[in-house]
């Protein structure tokens, strides 16, 4: 049930960076009603844990994939590149 209703809350992402922020939480307690929980408590424990493992999962991919961006701009830009001659004569 917790997955559930996690999935039923909205998404909220930073504005400028795109910066997965987590869920809005402010209609919780009313999914809680329609939804007839049992265990609000635990349900909301099982979720929040779940909340955060999800957004260090997605922080962390956001850092790979500026890592990646950063690697394919140097590499783009020649930085780096060492170019030997090997000249026989």
Aim: glycine share 8%; charged share 35%.
């Amino acid at each position: 049930m917790a997955f559930f209703v996690f999935d039923l809350l909205s998404d909220v992402w930073e504005g400028m960076s795109g910066t997965y922020m987590g869920k809005d939480w402010g209609h919780c307690s009313q999914l809680f009603d329609v939804w007839e929980v049992d265990d609000p408590k635990t349900t909301m424990y099982f979720m929040k844990m779940y909340e955060r493992i999800l957004v260090n999962y997605r922080a962390d991919r956001a850092e790979e994939k500026r890592e990646q961006e950063k690697r394919k701009a140097k590499a783009k830009s020649g930085e780096g590149k060492h170019f030997t001659h090997n000249v026989q004569g």
